[in-house]
């Protein structure tokens, strides 16, 4: 057996895993919904960020992107990203999870083009969706 | 060329809930413009007159692309109201008493959350989702459309757009505790889960099953014990690489450790993770 342990995990940050882009030959490199996603959950977690709160911010991005025009898709999400951290502030009313800014940083930094915007949003999709079920799974839960 | 730096995401200052954030007050704004000129003006004429409590939410009604004629509508109904009228009306989450908007449906956490981010963009919203639903902080578990039929209809309707099934919330299915929680994350997931077994005559279908959903981007749950099933423990296959060997990319979330194990030694129960070496069941998740 072989794998990664906690430490690497934590050591496997979006500015490790993205360096070479989200793409690969075209397409999104399939550790954005796997081995990576696994590694930011673990990154999350130990922020103790809520899967609400996740669930919450990537939900506002959604509802959001498309009221965003700016040409570059890099702003384009940079602001989306942007309007949806102030809008769950308000909606939870405390300070953003300071683990999520981080990881959501990070990942945006990497976008590029419209189809890096649609890697993102599967990886964050994947790291929602992994997120929820291992906070279900650990035995305090 | 040199590649542009974006400032890092950090906390925004703190705004009082009715307030417009920059970006909705900056896409009010352009929305504004953007009117014919008698809209326009009635548009204005509305913001400037309005004091500052009801000017945030009739900025982010604007934002949310109401017309001229809704925002006067909104406008008779909210002016005159002191900030905790507004506060307590115009959302659905955040409430005084610490409760919020509730799932009518047992499975429609999602649609749920997605009600409770459009009601924090949009007053309007919030307000008729409120005003058709006052009961909408409760729910009856044996009927979802007895207490809040307007809002279950709206849940439903996301919810089956998505391929779910609005089924009233006190017809959960047996399963280990564990379905329940996972169940219960449906809102974050969008996931329900099923539980099945796994022995030596189900394994290579269950396997199957395991590959097509992390192939399609859904991690499966998974229960590893030992030949006489004296204890267990949680985990989820995040990844199937094909191979060969066709390995399996396992959290641990007790360790935190990602594990890399083959479908051999999950068939020949020659593994160890956690200290346990046999697969007694899978969550298979499906999409709701």
Known sequence: MSGHTRSELLALVP???????????????????????????????????????????????????????????????????????????????????????????????RVESEQDIAAFLEHAEAVRKQYAVLVALLPSS | MVKKVKEAFTPPPPVKP???????????????????????????????????????????????????????????????KDAAWLEKNLHVVGQSQGKGIKQQWHDSCGPTTIQAMKAELDPIYA?????????????????????????????????????????????????????????????????????????????????GEIDKSVNSGLPVPMRVSDAPNTGGHFVLVVGADPGPPKTYTIHDPWDGKLVKVTDKQIKDNNFNIAGWNKVSHIYKPSAE
């Open chain 2, 18 to 80: 009715g307030e417009a954030g920059p970006a909705q007050t900056d896409r009010a704004d352009k929305l504004l413009k953007g009117m014919p000129p008698e809209d326009q003006a009635k548009v204005k004429k509305l913001l400037d007159e309005a004091p500052p409590q009801e000017k945030g939410y009739l900025q982010k009604a604007l934002a949310s692309k109401h017309t001229a004629a809704e925002l006067e509508e909104f406008h008779k109904q909210i002016a005159g």
């Open chain 2, 127 to 207: 307000l008729k989702l409120r005003t058709e639903n006052p009961n909408f902080q409760e729910a009856d578990n044996s009927d979802g459309t007895k207490l809040n039929p307007k809002m279950a209809d709206e849940q439903k309707t996301i919810l089956t757009g998505k391929g779910g099934i609005a089924r009233n919330r006190d017809s959960s299915g047996k399963g280990m505790p564990l379905t329940d929680a996972l169940n219960d994350q449906k809102a974050t997931t969008g996931l329900k889960f099923d539980i099945e077994e796994v022995d030596s005559s189900s394994v290579d279908g269950r396997l």
């Open chain 1, 15 to 109: 500015d490790v895993y993205l360096a070479d882009g989200y793409l690969d030959s075209g397409k999104p490199r399939p550790e954005l919904t796997g081995e990576w996603a696994a590694a930011a959950c673990t990154q999350l977690m130990a922020a103790e960020l809520s899967p609400q709160e996740l669930g919450f911010t990537l939900d506002a991005i959604h509802l959001l992107l498309p009221e965003h025009q700016e040409l570059d898709p890099s702003d384009r999400l940079y602001a989306a990203v942007k309007e949806a951290i102030e809008v769950v502030a308000r909606a939870i009313r405390q300070p953003n999870n300071e683990g999520l800014l981080r990881w959501l940083t990070a990942c945006v930094a």
